[in-house]
């Protein structure tokens, strides 16, 4: 099974009538994280590498309540869901009609599916302490730029994003670390929506054969 990696910060709010420090710009993250309790996006990814010319692309749809309640749905180039109430996390793969099952806290640890958001709590903390902050210059006017440098050989080396000047969500992310690119961009975002409990909760279709993960 592929992992899906999505290193896209969710909740970055900047402005741009006028510049930020640093420190009043993480400021009006923490503010901006705590009034966002739900989201529903369209994605798609594409993975580069410096030692091909090839890309892969992934394309899907994500519905996340906080703290951990997600759910997101694969479509290209494989289909494949991913569910989450909190406790336990199942990853079923059609093609194989098989179901992974990993524990919410080691799935999260391994994939930070949108730090800031998705992340465990303390995330933040792990980016504003682990990365170096600057604003950018955007070449969409619609967009302002905000880039993270690692400060450390354990840390991506570097994560470029772009939010919207006027709700400042991302709507682009670029990840680089070791000659690999991951550029994430975001459509149809719905902030706080009203999202049905159903939707995160799974059962494994007839016949799947369901592996627990060590």
């Known amino acids: 099974m ?3 990696i999505l290193l896209v910060l969710m909740v ?5 009538a006028r510049a930020y420090t640093v420190s009043e710009l993480q400021g009006k993250i923490q503010e901006a994280d705590k009034n966002l309790k739900s989201i529903k ?5 594409e993975m580069k590498s410096a030692e091909s010319s090839k890309s892969s692309t992934v394309i899907g749809k994500a519905f996340f ?17 991913i569910v989450t109430s909190g406790k336990f996390l199942y990853v ?6 098989q179901v992974l099952k990993d524990s919410w806290k080691h799935w999260a640890r391994s994939n ?4 800031g958001l998705f992340g465990s709590s303390g995330s933040f903390e792990m980016l504003k302490n682990s990365y170096q902050w600057s604003l950018g210059q955007s070449n969409d006017p619609s967009t302002i730029k ?26 682009r992310a670029e990840l680089k670390n070791g000659g690999v690119s991951l550029i994430t961009v975001l459509a149809s975002l719905q902030l706080n929506p009203e999202l049905n409990p159903s939707l995160f909760k799974f059962s494994a279709p007839k016949g799947a054969s369901i592996v627990d993960v060590p």
Do not use: C, H, M
């Not at 970055?12 to 741009?16: D, V, Y």
């Not at 309540?65 to 869901?81: A, C, D, G, I, T």
């Open 2 to 4: 592929k992992k899906i």
């Open 12 to 16: 970055f709010p900047l402005s741009a």
């Open 41 to 45: 996006f369209e994605y798609s990814q």
């Open 65 to 81: 309540v906080k703290p951990n309640r997600l759910r997101v749905e694969l479509e290209s180039p494989e289909k494949q869901l």
């Open 92 to 97: 079923y793969t059609p093609r194989f009609n």
């Open 112 to 115: 930070f599916f949108f730090p």
């Open 146 to 171: 905000l880039t993270l440098v690692g400060k450390s050989s354990g840390q991506a080396e570097s994560v470029d994003l772009w939010l919207g000047k006027d709700d400042f969500i991302p709507r």
